[in-house]
């Protein structure tokens, strides 16, 4: 582990404790391969000789972990119960209590995201007390961003260690704003595909974009609850400094962006659920069309192949033609009548047929619109009041309107 303080003018300490990785894996040449005695291993040689490497690796880098842990705990003694706590911590935590002097006390785990192209979780350990902030990290990114560019002078005119942590806040959402702009792209490419063609193989799209937003709101849902624990262990005193104002900010802007996404996949899942209710009724619609269709006929076969010697007609040369134009007649009625109830719709029409003829009518309708819209302009003419008609209503468009005629209609 390594450890720097970092001392600032307006007199608070931030503690950054790096977790060395390497030395998990890593450990010295002379150490990496040994050999495994019979003294060493109980007086019995381990049966599997990997696996006596494998366990002999995790002894050594517990005890090089534990060393490091007891050298850092004396380094910051007045924190050392929260360091033997944190260690090994991977799951969100927040804690507040007082210390010995009652000062307020926050501390816990966050897990974070420090890329937004990178999915996997770090924990960000902190610890926060009076003028000291101690922060432990896997991630290196984190605290070299605060060291670098604008969030360094924000840090440098920070005037205590509680406005410190909360610009700490302020930019890991940053890391929010950047995977949920990429997050509303897909979005966007998403509806359109929902738009122009619906298919079956983007439910699996939906729901994986709804796991990506869930991702986003676990990852922020614990900065909101660190806030909230921010707010009872100051109480009033920080409520109206500027950090913690901008960090409200971007709590409320993230929080709007997640709900909008989550009513917009919302819908977009109720859409594919009533696109494929209306198409399982379309099917089933169509099935029993035909199959009222196709009764006459079975009826017909039913009939006329049982074995039986005398049936109407089986001795006729006509008998079998006058069955077969029965039976297109009936059909034909029985079709009729559901046409008429209304309940074929257009499911037995040629659908690709009707879009061109309507686009042909959209075709031949522009240019008819084009040429009247320069006559439109022209005074028009006195219009004589209409004449009434007798008899019945005429079907002539009323004067005034579109392609009507303001002469009355002849008696």
Known sequence: MIH???????????????????SRSVLPDEEAHPVLSRAASGGRRPSDPAKGQAAWLAVRIAEQRDEQLRALVAELPFCSPWLRETEGR????VHFSLDERQQPLLSGTLMVQADARRTELQPLHYWLC???????????????????????EWMEGSPGAREAFLVLLGALLEVFHGGLDEYESRLTELERAVHSRNRTALLPVIFERRHELLHWTHLFL???EVQDSFKEAYVDTV?????????????????????RYTSEIDTLIAMDDAI?????????????????????????????????????????????PILCASVVLFAAALYAWLWSKGWTGDLLTDRAESRKRSRR???????????????????????????????????????????????????
């Open 130 to 152: 009076g003028s000291r902030l101690v922060t432990w990290h896997e991630d290196p990114c984190l605290p070299l961003k605060l060291q670098a560019g604008s969030w360094s």
């Open 276 to 320: 494929a209710s209306f198409r399982g009724n379309d099917i089933m619609k169509t099935l029993t069309i035909f199959t009222a269709l196709f009764v006459p006929p079975t009826i017909a076969g039913t009939l006329w192949g049982v074995n039986f010697r005398y049936l109407p007609g089986i001795d006729s040369r006509w008998g079998f």
């Open 361 to 411: 009518r959209e075709s031949q309708a522009a240019p008819q619109s084009a040429a009247a819209a320069p006559m439109r302009s022209r005074p028009a003419k006195a219009k004589r009041p209409p004449a009434a008609a007798v008899g019945s209503r005429s079907r002539r468009p009323y004067p005034g309107q579109d392609g009507g005629s303001a002469e009355p209609p002849p008696s």
């Open 4 to 22: 720097r303080q970092l001392n600032y003018k307006a007199g608070w300490e931030w503690h950054v404790i790096q977790d060395d990785v390497r």
């Open 90 to 93: 991977r799951r969100n935590e």
């Open 239 to 259: 409520l109206e400094t500027p950090e913690f104002q901008r960090l409200g900010y971007k709590l409320e802007r993230i929080d709007s962006l997640l709900t």
């Open 222 to 224: 614990p900065i909101r």
